[in-house]
């Protein structure tokens, strides 16, 4: 008898292109919201080495992926906030060939080029190895699995957006007292 595969579940908007130019907002959690990216103090973040790492690589993608442009960012104790922007036209259903293999490689092949998917998987691998190579420890789980984005579709979307995620160690802090155990 065969394993059952479990289905991925997508927050992605069913029929848009995710190689669309835009600017997307978007969130990254932790495995099991686990706080490894440092803690809020006095409403301020303080990153730690896990999250200099977040940090550091985020700031790579441009000389990595010419085509993305950074917008603001924030770093929690448990997730990334971000803006970006794709630049790039599509590629309309430009796909790499599909070749044998696990699921992992299957699965990273039917990333479009270009794309939003494609960046943020970029960009955790990135992170990941990082850390790994930190930690020495080749099984270390940074992220969870998925990620939630926004497609902004306004000036005062985008301006909401950044206001919001400027503002996270501040609504952080008053949520969780003034400072983390």
């Given amino acids: 008898m065969t394993p059952k595969r479990r289905r991925k579940n997508t927050t992605r908007l069913v029929g848009f292109n995710y190689q669309t130019p835009n600017m997307y907002a978007i969130v990254i959690s932790t495995a099991d919201n686990v706080q490894i990216f440092g803690k809020v103090v006095d409403a301020k973040m303080q990153p730690s080495r896990i999250g200099q ?59 479009l080029p270009h794309s939003l998917s494609t960046l943020i998987s970029s960009f955790k691998r990135g992170v990941t190895i990082a850390v790994r190579n930190m930690r020495d420890d080749a099984t270390y789980v940074v992220w969870q699995a998925n990620f939630y984005d926004s497609i902004i579709r306004s000036d005062e979307h985008l301006h909401n957006m950044r206001a919001y995620i400027l503002h996270n160690p501040q609504a952080w802090h008053e949520k969780r007292g003034r400072q983390q155990p």
Avoid at 67 to 76: E, F, K, P
């Fill in 53 to 111: 790492i977040v940090i550091d690589q985020w700031a790579q993608i441009p000389q990595i992926h010419p085509d993305v442009v950074l917008d603001v960012y924030q770093l929690m104790p448990t997730h990334f906030h971000a803006i970006v922007q794709l630049t790039r036209e599509p590629t309309h259903n430009l796909r790499p060939p599909m070749q044998g293999g696990n699921q992992k490689s299957a699965a990273a092949q039917r990333l």
